[in-house]
Structure formats: C-alpha cells, structure tokens
C-alpha cells in the first residue's frame, strides 16, 4: 500500500511543478529571436534541440514559427527569422510587418526535421480549446513519443479538464517514459500502461519487450506481466470483432440468396445470371446516386432510400423479360435453364461493360451510413453493415409476410407445389410464374443496393457470390426461407472464424468440404419439404 501511494506521488509530482512552473512564466514571448534562428539554421541536431526546450515553453510566435518552417515561408536574414509570404515579411517572433532584405537565406528541411516539426505542432494542439483538436494531437503524438516532450505532456496534463483526455495524456506520458534511463521510472511506466485496454499500448509494450530494448530483469518481468494483462482486456473485442464480421458477411449471403430461394427453390430454376441481376441493382442504385448529386445536391445523405425501390425494379423488370422470353419455356428442365442462365449472364456482363466501362464506378456511402460506432477500444462496428444487416432482416420479413399471407404468395405456393391444380383452380399459372421470377430478380437487385454500400460496383460484381449463394440454398433446405437464414448466418461466422486460423483461401475450401459431406449425410439440407410439397 505504501509503495503503491509512494509511486503514485512519484508520478504525479512532475505534473504539479510543471503548472506551478507555468504560472510563474510570465514571458509575453517565450521564443526569443535567439531561439528562433536555433530552430531555423544550424545542424539537425541542434535545431531538434531547439525546438524541444521551445516546446517546454510554447507561445503563439513558436506555433507561427512551425507553421512557416513546414509550408516553406520561413527565411533567415542574419540573425532574424522572417515569415515571407507573396513578397511581404513578417517578423518570426513578434509577428510585425517588416522590410524583406535584399538577402535572405531558404531554410531546408529534410525528412527527419520535417517529423520534429510535425510532432512539435501536434503538440502544440494539445492547448487547443478545441476537445476535437486536443484528441487529435494526442493521437498523432503516439507515434512521435520521445522523453524530450515530457515537460509539454505535463503541461497539458496540469491543464486538462477533460477525464477521458487526462487519462490518454497519462498513457501518452507513460509511453514516453517507458524508454527512460531510469529504471524506477520504466518500472512506473509499465504499471500504468498495463491498465490500458489499447491496441497501440500492446504494441508498445511488446515492441519494447521483443526488440531487445529492454534488459532489466525486473523491467522485463513487469512488462511480461503488462502485455498479458493488456491482451486479456483486448480478447474479447476481437472475438466479438469475429462474430460481428461473421454475422455482418452472413447477413450479406442469406440477402443475396434470398431471391434465389425463390427461383431455384420454389420455381426449380437453376439461375446462373442471379448475380448479374443483383449487379443491375448495383448500377441502379449508382445511377439514382448520379442523379441526386446533379439535380438534389442538397438531398444527396438520402440517395440510398430512394435507390432501394429502383434497384427492386430495375432488376425484376429485367428478371420478368428473361421469364418472358426465354425462362418459361425451360421449367421442367434444370440442366437446360442453367445453362440458358448461364448464356444469359455472360449477355448482361457484356451489356455493362459497354455503357458503363470495364473499371469499377464509384457509389459513395452518405454521411448517416459512415463511420461507425466504437463499442471497445478495439472494436468498431461500421454504421454501413449494421444497415445492411437490418435491411436483410427487414426484406426477409417483407418476403415471408408476401409469401405466406397474401394472395400473391398463396398462388406462388399453389403454382410451385401443383401447378395442374392451381390450373384447374382458374389460376393463370403463367403469369404468377413471372411474377415469382421477378420477385425473385428484384430481391437481388436488393441485394445488389445493399452490396454497394460495402464493395466495388462492376461488371463482375455478381460473380463472387453466385456459388455461395448456392450453397446457401441448398444447405438451408430447398424452398425453406428459414434455412435459407440459417445457412447464410452459419456459413458467414464460420467462414470468418476459419479464416483467421487458416486464412481465407483454406477457410473456402474447408467451408466447401463441409458442405458436401453434411449434404451427403442430410440431403434435404437443414429444414426438410413437408407434405405434398416433399412429394412433388
């Protein structure tokens, strides 16, 4: 208990004579024209030198100064700096107007004077009155950390009001003690860093850790037992990070395969052109995109709820003129639709390419679908595919409540399970046929608006899902929407749980072996046909 109360009055003592120090300074300019012209001329080493006892005490004539240094306005005429900018000079320290000599020497800066400046202006931020402002510094000051900003990071700290930026600025200072050539002081900066949930502070500590940097005993024992604590807390983000991946990757499948459930499952096609269909609602959804950015610029955020009915559209009208024309006289024969799809596909492909170009178009997400929300330090979940997987929960509702309680949906059924009967019944078996083969198409088109917030648009868009589309279906139960759920969601946790054992090419095969051998073993997939509809 003592030495916890001795080590914790060890660091915070620093940081309370850093504010006593600053509320003695009373300097109106802390950068002397001295100091500037150390910082602006001479060997690196000392122009570093310079800048950081500047930094111990910094005003708005050293920020000035940095600012010039880094845009290349920066001159030195004997023993002044000057600031000169379309012809005029300014003064470096007092920032007065003042008579550009005939003679004035560049200053050059080379890369690793360039850092120190960039570092030093970040610091600088750490002032601010801007809490974005003061965040981002202390951000980009993890990767420049170096004892020498000790007396600035004390400052900021005895400034700070702000809890969540204290306890940053407290890390940040931990970090930069860490290397320090006192062991006690490596020894307190690891016991702070060790309460941190931070991916970088597991960095951190294992670089030390592993490079050789560290040859106490003591030290690296502590360190030892600092990286494990660290990774303890930070397990479980990623875990988490794995299972929202899955289920994100999941939703995207059984979206994808849920029109085919429909044309493969209930109608008995074999649509090999079901990816091209969700790739003319990709276009569909770029176009509206296109559109709202020439004539409604300032409705540009809600493109994509306008896209969402015209991608449906646009892929059932195309889905009714291929059942039309060439599907409606293939029923009966899978291998001949499949191949005639398959003819199709290649059709559409091209059709693409040659009005939009074989690259990939740009669909931007709106600013309400970007970012994301951080649930763990290490664990951000993107605004776009939690969308995406409500959206997928949202059109499997609408597709059941369609199937199961409308009238529509009854002559479907009736169509698919007797098609001689529901004729018999007076209904028009060929126009439900079209109208369940463009229900199906609409609901890729879907699914294509929903992928373009995630992934490329191109002509070859579809061609990565139609075999795990497939399989979704046939693993779910052919004709059972739920397992069409099941199985995309299954697949897409366990595809991901695999990949990062195996990586993503043995992921696939391993996913694809197990396909085959659970069909072997159930080949009715996970929810079998009842009743007259598994005799049919």
């Given at each position: 208990?003592?030495?916890?109360?001795?080590?914790?009055?060890?660091?915070?003592?620093?940081?309370?004579?850093?504010?006593?120090?600053?509320?003695?300074?009373?300097?109106?300019?802390?950068?002397?024209?001295?100091?500037?012209?150390?910082?602006?001329?001479?060997?690196?080493?000392?122009?570093?030198?310079?800048?950081?006892?500047?930094?111990?005490?910094?005003?708005?004539?050293?920020?000035?100064?940095?600012?010039?240094?880094?845009?290349?306005?920066?001159?030195?005429?004997?023993?002044?700096?000057?600031?000169?900018?379309?012809?005029?000079?300014?003064?470096?320290?007092?920032?007065?107007?003042?008579?550009?000599?005939?003679?004035?020497?560049?200053?050059?800066?080379?890369?690793?004077?360039?850092?120190?400046?960039?570092?030093?202006?970040?610091?600088?931020?750490?002032?601010?009155?801007?809490?974005?402002?003061?965040?981002?510094?202390?951000?980009?000051?993890?990767?420049?950390?170096?004892?020498?900003?000790?007396?600035?990071?004390?400052?900021?700290?005895?400034?700070?009001?702000?809890?969540?930026?204290?306890?940053?600025?407290?890390?940040?200072?931990?970090?930069?003690?860490?290397?320090?050539?006192?062991?006690?002081?490596?020894?307190?900066?690891?016991?702070?860093?060790?309460?941190?949930?931070?991916?970088?502070?597991?960095?951190?500590?294992?670089?030390?850790?592993?490079?050789?940097?560290?040859?106490?005993?003591?030290?690296?024992?502590?360190?030892?037992?600092?990286?494990?604590?660290?990774?303890?807390?930070?397990?479980?983000?990623?875990?988490?990070?794995?299972?929202?991946?899955?289920?994100?990757?999941?939703?995207?499948?059984?979206?994808?395969?849920?029109?085919?459930?429909?044309?493969?499952?209930?109608?008995?096609?074999?649509?090999?052109?079901?990816?091209?269909?969700?790739?003319?609602?990709?276009?569909?959804?770029?176009?509206?995109?296109?559109?709202?950015?020439?004539?409604?610029?300032?409705?540009?955020?809600?493109?994509?709820?306008?896209?969402?009915?015209?991608?449906?559209?646009?892929?059932?009208?195309?889905?009714?003129?291929?059942?039309?024309?060439?599907?409606?006289?293939?029923?009966?024969?899978?291998?001949?639709?499949?191949?005639?799809?398959?003819?199709?596909?290649?059709?559409?492909?091209?059709?693409?390419?040659?009005?939009?170009?074989?690259q990939n178009v740009?669909?931007?997400?709106?600013?309400?679908?970007?970012?994301?929300?951080?649930?763990?330090?290490?664990?951000?979940?993107?605004?776009?595919?939690?969308?995406?997987?409500?959206?997928?929960?949202?059109?499997?509702?609408?597709?059941?409540?369609?199937?199961?309680?409308?009238?529509?949906?009854?002559?479907?059924?009736?169509?698919?399970?007797?098609?001689?009967?529901?004729?018999?019944?007076?209904?028009?078996?060929?126009?439900?046929?079209?109208?369940?083969?463009?229900?199906?198409?609409?609901?890729?088109?879907?699914?294509?608006?929903?992928?373009?917030?995630?992934?490329?648009?191109?002509?070859?868009?579809?061609?990565?899902?139609?075999?795990?589309?497939?399989?979704?279906?046939?693993?779910?139960?052919?004709?059972?929407?739920a397992g069409t759920?099941?199985?995309?969601?299954?697949?897409?946790?366990?595809?991901?749980?695999?990949?990062?054992?195996?990586?993503?090419?043995?992921?696939?095969?391993?996913?694809?072996?197990?396909?085959?051998?659970?069909?072997?073993?159930?080949?009715?997939?996970?929810?079998?046909l009842k009743g007259?509809?598994?005799?049919?």
């Open positions: 208990m003592e030495n916890t109360l001795l080590r914790h009055l060890f660091l915070r003592l620093p940081i309370a004579l850093a504010f006593v120090a600053s509320l003695l300074t009373t300097s109106a300019f802390a950068l002397t024209p001295q100091s500037a012209k150390n910082i602006a001329a001479g060997e690196n080493d000392d122009r570093i030198k310079a800048l950081s006892d500047a930094l111990a005490n910094p005003d708005e004539a050293l920020a000035r100064l940095i600012d010039a240094l880094l845009d290349d306005s920066a001159k030195v005429a004997g023993d002044t700096v000057l600031i000169v900018t379309d012809g005029k000079a300014i003064d470096a320290n007092t920032g007065a107007a003042t008579a550009l000599p005939s003679a004035v020497e560049d200053v050059v800066n080379n890369n690793r004077m360039r850092n120190e400046l960039e570092g030093a202006k970040a610091a600088l931020g750490l002032f601010s009155d801007s809490l974005t402002t003061r965040n981002n510094a202390i951000t980009q000051l993890k990767d420049s950390a170096d004892e020498a900003k000790l007396p600035l990071i004390d400052r900021a700290l005895a400034k700070e009001t702000d809890a969540d930026l204290k306890a940053k600025l407290e890390q940040l200072r931990a970090a930069m003690l860490i290397a320090s050539s006192d062991k006690q002081k490596r020894l307190d900066a690891v016991s702070a860093l060790a309460t941190s949930s931070q991916p970088s502070v597991r960095s951190l500590l294992q670089e030390r850790l592993n490079a050789g940097g560290e040859t106490d005993p003591d030290v690296r024992a502590a360190l030892t037992a600092a990286v494990k604590g660290v990774e303890g807390r930070l397990v479980w983000g990623e875990r988490l990070g794995v299972v929202f991946s899955g289920l994100s990757l999941g939703s995207i499948l059984f979206l994808v395969a849920l029109g085919l459930a429909i044309t493969y499952g209930l109608m008995g096609v074999i649509n090999m052109a079901h990816g091209e269909l969700m790739m003319i609602g990709a276009y569909a959804t770029y176009l509206v995109q296109n559109a709202f950015r020439q004539y409604m610029p300032s409705a540009f955020d809600y493109y994509i709820i306008a896209a969402i009915p015209v991608s449906f559209f646009a892929a059932a009208a195309v889905g009714a003129v291929l059942e039309r024309t060439v599907i409606r006289w293939l029923y009966g024969r899978p291998l001949e639709t499949l191949l005639a799809t398959w003819g199709i596909s290649l059709v559409l492909i091209q059709t693409m390419r040659t009005f939009f170009g074989a740009p669909v931007e997400n709106p600013s309400w679908l970007s970012g994301g929300v951080q649930v763990m330090s290490n664990l951000i979940l993107p605004y776009n595919r939690i969308a995406i997987l409500f959206f997928s929960f949202f059109v499997l509702a609408t597709v059941w409540l369609l199937i199961s309680k409308t009238r529509l949906g009854l002559f479907v059924r009736g169509v698919t399970q007797n098609r001689s009967m529901a004729a018999c019944m007076g209904v028009n078996t060929a126009k439900i046929d079209t109208y369940a083969f463009a229900l199906g198409a609409g609901i890729a088109g879907l699914a294509g608006c929903a992928l373009s917030q995630v992934g490329n648009v191109g002509p070859d868009l579809g061609q990565g899902y139609i075999v795990d589309s497939f399989m979704v279906v046939v693993l779910g139960g052919v004709g059972q929407l759920v099941y199985a995309g969601l299954g697949l897409g946790v366990l595809n991901k749980l695999l990949e990062g054992w195996t990586g993503a090419v043995l992921a696939k095969i391993i996913v694809l072996a197990f396909i085959v051998i659970f069909i072997q073993r159930r080949p009715q997939g996970i929810f079998a007259r509809s598994a005799e049919a």
